[in-house]
């Protein structure tokens, strides 16, 4: 396969030359490659089994974590749409976008926003076994055909007028683009920090995946934390907003002795001089 020809997202993680490499790491749990990818099978399985139209949206209010990673992954898999909302919504602005997505199922963990107007289904983020026999072990998904200009995930945005909300479709294709176009901080090899707990970052691993690297996700809101654990898990690329990089440049605690950090990638907005 050309490393330049469009593929969906699942195959980022399907195609990877060495399954036992490192992809993921959250709250100390580490994942492989070969691990998302089977865990990734196991609840889009889960999914399939609901029957659920190909297409169907499948909304969620979870801040990015492994399970909204491997939850997005399912989706794909099931030949569904996620459709990430932010857990600070109000009641009536769920219910605003639920009528304009028509979500089928709604994912959810214990605090997470899920009124029962949004969908008429509601299962965990984690999508546990129906049974505790795991019935749903082994079971193989009936394959469509491939086709890279589906859609993967929808953005609900307000755009620049601030008022009412628009959805934006995204594409495999869209998200996947980054395969085979690596600058020059992006390596195989490269350890990739993000401490950006926002409901949309969970669309952004795909360019981590898409060059085979690994991707730290954190929840740490200080600078201390974030080189501490940059410094631990020798991550060389911080990915966050213009205001991490600033609390980050103005820290005044000294700098691990063994941070191997090479870039700074902000995004959500330019970076005043």
Known sequence: MNTKDPIRVETLIDTIARPEQVALIFAGRRWSYGELRAESERRAAVLAALQLPAGSVVATAATVTDDLILAFLACCRAGLVLLPLSPRLTSPELQQLAELA??????????????PLLAPLVRPLALPNETSSG??????????????EAPAAIRATSGTTGSHPKLVVMPHRQLTWRRGTWAWWETPAGVYYLPLPHHLAVLDICQVFAIGATLVISHATTPERWEAEMAAHAVTAFWGVPTQIHLLAQAQQPVPANLRLTALRSSAAPIPS
């Open 135 to 148: 019935s749903y072990g082994g079971r193989r998904l009936s394959r469509s055909p491939v086709n890279v």
């Open 102 to 115: 028509q979500p089928s199922l709604m994912l959810t963990t214990a605090g997470l926003p899920h009124p």
